[in-house]
């Protein structure tokens, strides 16, 4: 066994690819006091706002450094569909993101709560509105991936859900909290090293 040296200004994750090739079978959409509000061409602050609530204690950076022209290539294609969890007030806690650019690929692009509604079961409500969604005609691939910053439970959770692993790989990149892209308190489970290596 060896190990790879990662600079203290890098942040290594495993990423584990998992995918579903048959539509699931009908079954009841959990109960929640949350609604699914589609955005048809979201605005590029009010999107990187959610996607900043959600994502933030998971490390999620990817569409914060992207520019505008760039992010809204994305997510105003008519091939990529994306939606608001709201709660009872109308507040936005949660986003779904379900990408259909390479049919007959469905990919679930973003999919997550606001930490505070973590742990209550709702996820599982959300994965059955993802996959109401996903599976429509045509489709016949629904794919994921998830990786070792995201909550413990994530893997099993896309597993229970009817996903099967087919591929990892290692990931390793700048940390973004050292760029001041998210908040040095950001993902306090991984640690932040930016003091020099001592010998």
């Not at 959610?50 to 992010?71: H, N």
């Not at 939606?83 to 390479?102: I, N, P, S």
């Not at 996903?163 to 390793?172: A, G, H, L, M, S």
Request: glycine letters at 6%.
């Amino acid at each position: 066994m060896s190990l790879t040296p990662v600079a203290n200004d890098r942040i290594a994750t495993i990423v584990t690819h998992l995918e579903m090739r048959e539509r699931p079978k009908p079954a009841p959409v959990p109960p929640a006091p949350l609604r699914l509000v589609p955005w048809k061409a979201p605005a590029l602050d009010g999107y990187r706002a959610l996607f900043r609530r959600v994502g933030e204690p998971w490390l999620w950076f990817s569409r914060l450094v992207m520019g505008d022209k760039e992010l809204s290539a994305i997510i105003h294609d008519p091939a990529v569909e994306i939606y608001a969890v709201t709660d009872t007030r109308g507040v936005e806690v949660g986003l779904l993101e379900l990408d259909f650019r390479a049919m007959p690929d469905c990919e679930l692009a973003f999919f997550g709560l606001i930490p505070e509604l973590n742990g209550r079961g709702l996820g599982r409500w959300l994965m059955a509105q993802a996959k109401a969604l996903a599976w429509r005609k045509d489709v016949t691939r629904f794919w994921v991936h998830s990786c070792t910053l995201d909550s413990p439970s994530a893997l099993g959770f896309y597993r229970k859900s009817g996903f099967t692993p087919y591929k990892r790989e290692v990931e390793i990149f700048a940390d973004p909290r050292l760029a001041g892209l998210l908040s040095r308190e950001a993902a306090p489970h991984v640690p932040l090293l930016d003091q020099p290596a001592t010998a």
